[in-house]
């Protein structure tokens, strides 16, 4: 800092702190929108558990009773269920609770790795619900299979539930040692700043004026003083 002059002596310590706080007002937006994503995924994830116990009644409602409404209801489940699953494995538009939301894809391995393994488990109980077309004794016995199937789903996303909310938990507490690790830092900077301050304008600004009302007092000897 010796061989800077005056001018960059005080604008550098400005132009930091003003980088840090621009960092900070960013680092807390991306931690919003963080935790707003990992928030859909969460959702998304736990209505895939309760689609895939409704796919379980509406199964056996069909069978037993052969209603039309369970039919119905059930094809219906079995679309969301089939968006909602591509939507968090690659990303995409859902329609939550009659809202439209983004659903990003996670980038933990491990809950990607479960996406997969669910699609594979999805398309065998996919197939065999398409296959129960009647009400007969062997249609029973698909409907018990395919409710087998059916609760390891609902297991499966219990699972990807717990580990969407983890993951968040993971991602908020990096993100707030970010944060705190920048006030820290901001902090040091404008103690910095008033260093640079107090002894490039206000001290020599006080010699100044000290010298100045010395004048006007008459006082026009030179020495150590000021």
Not at 24 to 52: F, K, T, W
Not at 75 to 88: T, Y
Not at 171 to 181: D, L, P, S
């Amino acid at each position: 800092m010796k061989n800077l002059s005056l001018k960059w002596k005080v604008l550098i310590p400005l132009i930091l702190v003003l980088a840090t706080t621009v960092l900070q007002i960013n680092l807390i937006i991306a931690m919003n929108r963080a935790q707003q994503e990992d928030a859909v995924r969460v959702n998304v994830a736990g209505r895939q558990r309760m689609l895939s116990q409704r796919m379980a009644k509406d199964v056996f409602g069909f069978v037993l009773s052969a209603n039309s409404q369970h039919q119905e209801d059930l094809k219906k489940a079995m679309d969301i269920f089939e968006e909602s699953l591509g939507a968090l494995k690659t990303g995409g538009s859902l329609e939550v609770g009659g809202t439209k939301v983004e659903v990003t894809k996670t980038k933990n391995t491990e809950i990607v790795k479960l996406l997969v393994e669910a699609e594979t488990n999805w398309q065998g109980i996919k197939s065999d619900i398409q296959g129960i077309s009647s009400i007969t004794a062997d249609a029973i016995d698909q409907a018990e299979a395919v409710n087998v199937k059916l609760v390891k789903m609902v297991t499966t996303f219990d699972q990807a539930t717990k580990m969407y909310e983890t993951a968040s938990a993971v991602t908020v507490k990096e993100n707030m040692t970010v944060i705190y690790a920048c006030a820290v830092g901001y902090l040091l900077l404008i103690l910095f700043s008033w260093q640079i301050t107090n002894r490039y304008i206000i001290k020599p600004v006080t010699v100044l004026q000290k010298a100045a009302e010395d004048i006007a007092k008459g006082d026009l000897s030179l020495n150590d003083k000021h």
